[in-house]
């Protein structure tokens, strides 16, 4: 494997990086709505999982791509997001994903993590996994970049205005 | 506005296109999950469509961003569907979104167009537009590349498979 | 073609902008080393071409995917230049690239346009041309984040320090 | 750290592969241009380097963003290579570069590595560093698509076609 990323390496800003980042989550009715919980949070990382039900299907029986897609820029920017300051708040700029399995299993784990800790932008990527039985397969790779907005705590504006 | 979507020079392989498109969309749950609509299907080209609610917001009150993706997603990927023969079926191989405004509008309309309708891939992009008060924004920009499966009629394996 | 740009909505901040981004263009030998040229600027587009030679080919003649990024990259970086303030650089903080069609023909064109000018990020795109006898055959498109960095005139460290 | 790839987990399908590589890369005039180097090859891995010298750079004396996409692009797509059957070419389909920190040292190297071997379509990533008097840099980061060629040793037409 190219990198080793030693998740020692990452010193958060702010103590309270959890509660922070799981307040975050927790004020996001989209999550809500398709059930998913975040089952970890540390130094620029972060999972996030859902199990499957019919309501998240595509049309063969598999998770949909958009909620797979979710998942992971989600994961993606928590993983930023516990890396920022006390009020900051983060902002997707981008993700690029690929889907590379269906994501066909009794649930979905997508764990992101920060590759780039830069002090106005930060490079994240992630990966999804349909776990079925135990057996983890990787559905899905994403690369994103992810804007802090210092100073602005999540009553942000998006910095496209 | 930055693009002029000509459509003359799409000719459909399938002349019942517009039923096959639609059919396929809405044997997607998660599209009835969020309350998607498909607004128009043409040869190359796809409308998504949804009322913002609620339940499809981030913590900042906009619709969320996995959301945003899902239609720019689907949008793409119908666009593709209308140009595949009868029989085939379209599987996202992968995309990259660019978040560029707040999805903040009491609607949003997602565009698809084809770009380069390969054989085997196609290359298609999106735009997602936040509605209010009859004012259109850009909110989020799309690429996206599209694999068709030839001779399998929905109920293909994924590719990597 | 599928787009057809419409110029007239943008206001270049910078009225010596064509000066300033010609001579960033003349400063970079990368593109005196492909012999690549600006052939246009005008606010949020720049043009750029080069003809097609032995040394810029791969193992099939067709001019190099990694050429045809490096003139797409920069097409869509300085059209995101022309629309900054004097003083203010530009860094590409990443593209994604679709390779459509071999780049097969006499000339490359590269055409780049922003397609929302924030005042931090500025989202661009390309295309590429490959012209071969005067037909154009779009052989490659563009989606880019361009930052601009206020206050630093070309003297700018990166953004992830 | 997310993903540990075994090295040892990819079976070459053609035990001459890394000749097939080597050969193949050598008849890539764009790659003398350059004065790129392949380093290393193993299975669904490749390590592409260059000496930075001023002819490869931009307009603050690094690296041109593009030479560093040319040198990800190419290490992501031997890897690919590496993997698929004698007789099989492969092509870029497309790819997301983040430039990260500035392509400073005295020499660059690319690590690609496979993370879906489909059939069809294979997903590599990629990272760049910039050395300096040993010190490593992460500089650029790559997410991948790749087409693999069934029976057209190196003489494949594009699938655009």
């Known amino acids: 494997m190219v990198t080793s990323i030693d998740e020692s390496g990452f010193q958060p800003a ?3 990086f959890e509660q922070r980042v799981r ?3 927790a004020r996001q ?3 809500t709505l ?3 919980e ?4 540390a130094p620029g990382h972060c999972e996030i999982a859902l199990d499957n039900r019919h309501e998240l299907t595509q049309q063969h029986g598999y998770v949909h791509g958009g909620i797979v897609g979710m998942i992971a820029d989600n994961a993606g920017g928590f993983a930023a997001a516990s890396l920022v300051p006390a009020g900051t708040s983060v902002l997707t700029v981008e993700y690029k994903l690929n889907l590379m399995a269906p994501a066909d299993g009794e649930r979905l ?6 590759v780039r800790p830069g002090r106005t932008l930060l490079v994240t990527r992630a990966e999804v996994f349909a776990v079925r039985e135990q ?3 990787l559905c899905a790779l994403m690369q994103q970049t992810i804007m802090a907005m ?3 705590a999540e009553r942000a504006q998006h910095p496209g205005n």
Chains 1, 2, 3, 4 share one sequence.
């Open 38 to 41: 975040m089952t970890r949070v």
């Open 14 to 16: 702010d103590p309270q």
């Open 135 to 137: 057996k983890w397969t």
């Open 34 to 36: 398709i059930d998913a």
């Open 29 to 31: 009715p989209a999550m």
């Open 109 to 114: 784990v997508a764990r992101g993590e920060v």
């Open 150 to 152: 210092h100073g602005k």
């Open 23 to 25: 307040d975050s989550f």
